[in-house]
């Protein structure tokens, strides 16, 4: 049982440079999130999805886009990447009945991205 | 919008009890969560109270208090595999289940 699983696990970036992230899940959850994770400081949430098709802002989106084309994947790209965009990020979903109700998300294991 | 603190380390020895509090502000309160994460890996849930009181799992107890906008997470019973970062989280809305969290506190289990 898979869970979450997100690719790359780790990337080097040269500034202006873009990428994405990949997040595929196999529980068949609506929901789909995007979190970034910085030094001491907790999860903070970029965009997120409630159903394929669909996507939404979170607390710090500038410079994310995002795209869920199918149920179980939810995409993150950077477009021009920058130093301030160093940070690891993780991907997370829930279902509609369950972890949304009762806060429950499931997370992958984090990609870690370094922006030079 | 939604803010939460909580204290940014704990120490405790092991056998011990530890509570870690959360205090939050949020526009509309629809519960709060716990969440535990070793090492930078993968957040895992650990409880979630939507109503005030107690909710206990095992050794992990989490109380909240909707009119103190108040909560805490109690460790019993520590072993030195509970040292790890601790998150609270309060839901960003109604809809969608997405999850805004605290800064994390990070918790040291002596032998």
């Known amino acids: 049982n898979a869970g979450v699983t997100q690719t790359p696990k780790f990337r080097v970036l040269k500034t202006g440079q873009s990428m994405t992230l990949l997040c595929a899940q196999d529980?068949?959850?609506?929901?789909m999130y995007w979190y970034r994770q910085d030094p001491g400081m907790g999860l903070r949430l970029i965009h997120y999805?409630?159903?394929?098709?669909?996507?939404a802002k979170g607390e710090v989106p500038d410079g994310y886009n995002v795209s869920r084309l199918k149920k179980q994947n939810f995409l993150l790209g950077l477009e021009s990447a920058a130093p301030s965009q160093t940070s690891v990020y993780f991907c997370?979903?829930?279902?509609?009945?369950?972890?949304?109700?009762?806060?429950?998300?499931?997370f992958g294991e984090g990609s870690r991205l370094t922006v030079l | 919008g939604q803010s939460l603190e909580q204290p940014s380390e704990v120490t405790a020895v092991e056998g011990a009890i530890v509570q870690i509090n959360c205090t939050y502000q949020t526009s509309g309160f629809y519960g709060l969560s716990w969440y535990q994460q070793h090492d930078g890996g993968a957040p895992t849930f650990l409880s979630y109270n939507g109503l005030d009181g107690l909710e206990e799992t095992g050794r992990f107890s989490s109380f909240l208090s909707r009119s103190d906008s108040y909560g805490y997470l109690l460790l019993q019973e520590l072993q030195m595999k509970d040292s790890a970062s601790y998150f609270c989280?309060?839901?960003?809305?109604?809809?969608?289940?997405?999850?805004?969290f605290g800064q994390g506190t990070e918790l040291s289990v002596k032998p």
């Open positions: 989280a309060v839901k960003g809305g109604n809809q969608g289940g997405k999850l805004i």
């Open positions: 529980m068949n959850h609506e929901y």
């Open positions: 997370a979903s829930s279902s509609k009945s369950g972890g949304a109700v009762t806060g429950e998300l499931f």
């Open positions: 999805s409630v159903g394929e098709g669909t996507t």
